[in-house]
């Protein structure tokens, strides 16, 4: 059963709408492109792991893209598959350059020759993810359950070079097709009757779960001034969609969206501040008219009028 599906990354979608408002002679775009590759490589290399889930999510538990707080540190973990005996973690690496594991040096390098560059080791990372989520499953009173670690190598051209202790690495480190055979090896082992309720252990998580985000413009040093207005196009990434009967259209390339004004809500909503007035809005949105502003807003599902702060704010779900 698959408790908690995978989104677009929050800093992603972040990165995309504030990529489309910046001018185009910005000092930013740089940075902001390079995020967004990032971004998307890890996301597409954690959808491609996630195909090969479908076969344990019929007889586990599995939460997708974790992020819990555990003594006031917040930490993610791309993939969790609960079973009657035991919880894997499941950290994805969407590198798709040689990979080498030096066990003699505790070493982990990615390219070959002379293009080789050292990175902080997977491993180590996934047993600090291990470490913070046996402390976080203590302090909500659950289970002492096993907990093993796997590094899932999403590109299947990737090549894992091991320095070293072979096994060591294996035992670990694999391509992402054979994450759930590796699962299944280790269930085997299990002979014993204690067993755990593993749904029950899932949806504690579930409850507990939040979606990881950055302060992206705090981050980048951008005040929401800068911030080219209009309404964007999300099929061109053009600003300034008109509005045409009960729709809006793009004079870019004639795409039409009824539901173009929406998004661009949620858009000031997930990069600005989670509550808006009308103003900001009709600025944000470069709108003429307050009354389309005031009915855009009073029809948008996920909002609600506070009168005593007399702004939009957005209903926590």
Same mark, same amino acid.
């Given at each position: 059963?698959?408790?908690?599906?995978?989104?677009?990354?929050?800093?992603?979608?972040?990165?995309?709408?504030?990529?489309?408002?910046?001018?185009?002679?910005?000092?930013?775009?740089?940075?902001?492109?390079?995020?967004?590759?990032?971004?998307?490589?890890?996301?597409?290399?954690?959808?491609?792991?996630?195909?090969?889930?479908?076969?344990?999510?019929?007889?586990?538990?599995?939460?997708?893209?974790?992020?819990?707080?555990?003594?006031?540190?917040?930490?993610?973990?791309?993939?969790?598959?609960?079973?009657?005996?035991?919880?894997?973690?499941?950290?994805?690496?969407?590198?798709?350059?040689?990979?080498?594991?030096?066990?003699?040096?505790?070493?982990?390098?990615?390219?070959?020759?002379?293009?080789?560059?050292?990175?902080?080791?997977?491993?180590?990372?996934?047993?600090?993810? =291990?470490?913070?989520? +046996?402390? %976080?499953?203590?302090?909500?009173? *659950?289970? @002492?359950?096993?907990?093993?670690?796997?590094?899932? /190598?999403?590109?299947?051209?990737?090549?894992?070079?091991?320095?070293?202790?072979?096994?060591?690495?294996?035992?670990?480190?694999?391509?992402?097709?054979?994450?759930?055979?590796?699962?299944?090896?280790?269930?085997?082992?299990?002979?014993?009757?204690?067993?755990?309720?593993?749904?029950?252990?899932?949806?504690?998580?579930?409850?507990?779960?939040?979606?990881?985000?950055?302060?992206?413009?705090?981050?980048?040093?951008?005040?929401?001034?800068?911030?080219?207005?209009?309404?964007?196009?999300?099929?061109?990434?053009?600003?300034?969609? =008109?509005?045409?009967? +009960?729709? %809006?259209?793009?004079?870019?390339? *004639?795409? @039409?969206?009824?539901?173009?004004?929406?998004?661009? /809500?949620?858009?000031?909503?997930?990069?600005?501040?989670?509550?808006?007035?009308?103003?900001?809005?009709?600025?944000?949105?470069?709108?003429?008219?307050?009354?389309?502003?005031?009915?855009?807003?009073?029809?948008?599902?996920?909002?609600?009028?506070?009168?005593?702060?007399?702004?939009?704010?957005?209903?926590?779900?």
């Amino acid at each position: 059963m698959i408790l908690r599906k995978r989104n677009k990354p929050l800093p992603l979608q972040k990165y995309e709408a504030l990529q489309a408002r910046l001018p185009a002679n910005s000092e930013h775009h740089p940075l902001i492109e390079r995020q967004i590759e990032h971004a998307t490589r890890g996301y597409q290399g954690e959808l491609h792991t996630d195909k090969y889930l479908t076969i344990p999510s019929t007889r586990f538990t599995i939460l997708k893209d974790v992020c819990l707080v555990s003594d006031k540190q917040t930490f993610q973990i791309d993939t969790i598959v609960i079973t009657p005996n035991a919880l894997y973690i499941i950290e994805v690496k969407s590198l798709r350059s040689n990979l080498t594991f030096d066990t003699n040096l505790d070493q982990f390098i990615t390219g070959s020759g002379n293009r080789q560059s050292g990175y902080n080791h997977p491993i180590t990372q996934a047993k600090a993810q =291990k470490l913070k989520l +046996q402390n %976080w499953l203590f302090e909500h009173n *659950q289970p @002492n359950i096993p907990i093993h670690i796997f590094i899932a /190598i999403s590109d299947p051209s990737t090549i894992i070079n091991v320095i070293g202790d072979h096994e060591k690495i294996a035992n670990t480190v694999t391509h992402s097709e054979n994450i759930p055979w590796k699962i299944i090896e280790y269930e085997k082992q299990y002979t014993t009757n204690q067993k755990y309720q593993h749904q029950k252990i899932g949806h504690v998580l579930l409850r507990h779960c939040k979606d990881f985000d950055l302060d992206i413009l705090t981050e980048q040093g951008i005040l929401p001034g800068q911030l080219i207005p209009g309404i964007r196009c999300h099929h061109c990434n053009h600003l300034g969609m =008109k509005r045409v009967k +009960q729709s %809006w259209v793009c004079p870019s390339c *004639q795409y @039409n969206d009824r539901m173009a004004a929406i998004k661009g /809500i949620d858009e000031y909503l997930l990069l600005v501040k989670p509550w808006v007035t009308n103003k900001e809005i009709l600025n944000y949105l470069n709108i003429d008219s307050r009354y389309t502003v005031s009915r855009l807003l009073k029809k948008h599902p996920r909002l609600q009028y506070s009168k005593r702060r007399r702004r939009w704010e957005r209903i926590q779900v």
